[in-house]
């Protein structure tokens, strides 16, 4: 299933679901997952990143059933579901809370009274930070939208997400995943400015590079996570600075002479230093692969890597270890941990002719 297209994959599903509920699916809602390449935990601060889009993706397909009964089957877990609209209990295993939620977001919301079936499957690794849940949300939310023809655009879409992360899962997460997973298009990067909530697309110039993602089989589960911690620190961080210059700065507004007036408390400081700098990153990165300049690009990622790790305290030994393996193979030109933190993938910036040996080696 690694190299299955797009199509393919929806054929394939559309075969299941008829086997599983002995009708053709009336929609089919499909949803990529992610890469960030540069600008983490930033989007819940207001800030910038540059994310993209894979060729790996959720579906959810669905059709309607004439009672108030939701059928619900997972291939991925080969498990089912199955509930009315007037059982709101959440409980069960997390990808069970994922669809619940979005299910009673959307009923909740919108009204909604008849009952569907619908399958969901897809081939992005789950827990890795390439955004499976981010993708599961986008693909059940747009999916009930579709089967029922709210009028709801895209933007509605990304906050009825957010709100199935921050209200019903308890994971105090920005906008990031959502909206890579809503608004990216093939074959070009996104630049989110999350304090506006707008975006815009730029091409790769990169020509003699390749970007290999390398799999520290250490899951992230971001709701028994720090990830929590880390929010409230930068919301206390903002506030604790604001009292001490007696001013009413936002992440926005703040810069490293700022933030020297509370360099005495020391996970404050880190934390806002990660945030300014990885903002500039940002910025950098735009104009450097714009470029195609390979060696700022690394060296871009070695320093958010340095940042996440050292100030903002997400990385991990697992994580950590394969940085530094990977910084003495030949080709590497810069790497980060990618996503939320605490596990997951690490993304790197091969030089082209060294890619077979630098995955067969870290291997």
Not at 250 to 261: A, L, M, P
Request: glycine share 6%; aromatic share 10%; net charge positive.
């Amino acid at each position: 299933m690694d190299r299955i297209s797009k199509n393919n994959l929806i054929q394939d599903y559309k075969i299941q679901f008829i086997n599983r509920f002995n009708e053709l699916p009336s929609i089919v809602s499909i949803a990529p997952g992610r890469v960030n390449i540069i600008g983490e935990h930033t989007d819940y601060n207001k800030g910038l990143a540059i994310p993209a889009a894979v060729n790996k993706w959720i579906l959810t397909l669905a059709s309607l059933r004439k009672d108030r009964i939701i059928n619900v089957f997972s291939l991925n877990y080969k498990k089912t579901l199955r509930f009315s609209y007037d059982q709101s209990n959440l409980n069960g295993e997390l990808w069970e809370k994922y669809v619940k939620a979005s299910i009673y977001l959307i009923k909740e919301k919108y009204n909604v009274k008849k009952g569907f079936n619908i399958l969901i499957g897809g081939n992005i690794p789950i827990g890795f930070g390439l955004s499976s849940s981010a993708a599961l949300e986008v693909s059940i939310v747009s999916s009930i939208v579709k089967l029922f023809a709210l009028n709801i655009d895209n933007y509605e879409i990304l906050k009825i997400c957010n709100l199935i992360e921050n209200k019903i899962l308890g994971i105090k997460s920005g906008f990031l995943d959502q909206y890579a997973s809503i608004f990216s298009k093939k074959n070009q990067f996104l630049l989110i400015d999350f304090k506006n909530l707008n975006h815009e697309y730029f091409k790769s110039n990169i020509k003699n590079g390749c970007w290999i993602l390398v799999n520290s089989m250490v899951e992230r589960k971001l709701i028994f996570s720090d990830y929590n911690q880390r929010v409230l620190e930068c919301s206390d961080a903002i506030n604790f600075l604001n009292q001490k210059i007696k001013q009413k700065l936002n992440f926005n507004s703040i810069n490293i002479e700022i933030i020297k007036e509370i360099k005495h408390n020391k996970i404050f400081y880190n934390r806002l230093l990660h945030i300014i700098t990885e903002n500039q990153r940002v910025f950098k990165m735009k104009k450097a692969i714009l470029s195609g300049d390979l060696n700022l690009i690394g060296n871009l990622l070695n320093q958010s890597h340095d940042s996440l790790a050292n100030n903002y305290n997400v990385s991990c030994n697992e994580i950590d270890f394969i940085i530094d393996i990977s910084k003495k193979e030949n080709g590497f030109l810069g790497g980060r941990i990618m996503g939320g933190g605490f596990g997951g993938c690490t993304i790197n910036l091969i030089d082209k002719k060294y890619k077979k040996e630098f995955i067969s080696n870290i291997k």
